[in-house]
């Protein structure tokens, strides 16, 4: 699964940003959690949302520090995901991947549980 990211850039605290990922010429995409995840410099990379794949019903997972302002969503007949991204604080500033696997539900979380990495995108915000 190739993926693609995009959608990052500068931007001041308080504003958004809209991230998505494509994955290229992929017709099992549905069956593919799909996830995000972000690394600051200097920090090991961090999980910050997941939505699953059909079979586990397509439940949103975030990490707690984004909840109520980031909203991921995916669209299978597209084969993309969206990462809307609102209220940004410079805490987001990071290089933000997107990911395809299909880890146990217990395991959404964990980058080890994906098999699949787009390149990154760079998020910052100043405040």
């Known amino acids: 699964v190739q993926l693609q990211a995009s959608g990052g850039g500068s931007v001041q605290a308080g504003a958004s940003l809209r991230l998505s990922c494509a994955a290229a010429?992929?017709?099992?995409?549905?069956?593919?959690?799909m996830a995000w995840f972000r690394q600051a410099p200097g920090k090991e990379r961090a999980f910050v949302a997941a939505?699953?794949?059909?079979?586990?019903?397509?439940?949103?997972f975030y990490t707690d520090s984004i909840k109520g302002r980031f909203t991921m969503s995916r669209d299978n007949a597209k084969n993309t995901v969206v990462l809307q991204m609102n209220s940004l604080q410079s805490e987001d500033t990071a290089v933000y991947f997107c990911?395809?696997?299909?880890?146990?539900?217990?395991?959404?979380?964990?980058?080890?549980?994906?098999?699949?990495w787009g390149e990154g995108t760079q998020v910052t915000v100043s405040s």
């Open positions: 010429s992929e017709q099992t995409f549905s069956t593919y959690t």
């Open positions: 990911a395809a696997g299909r880890p146990i539900l217990s395991n959404v979380r964990n980058p080890a549980g994906h098999y699949y």
């Open positions: 939505v699953t794949r059909n079979s586990n019903g397509g439940k949103t």
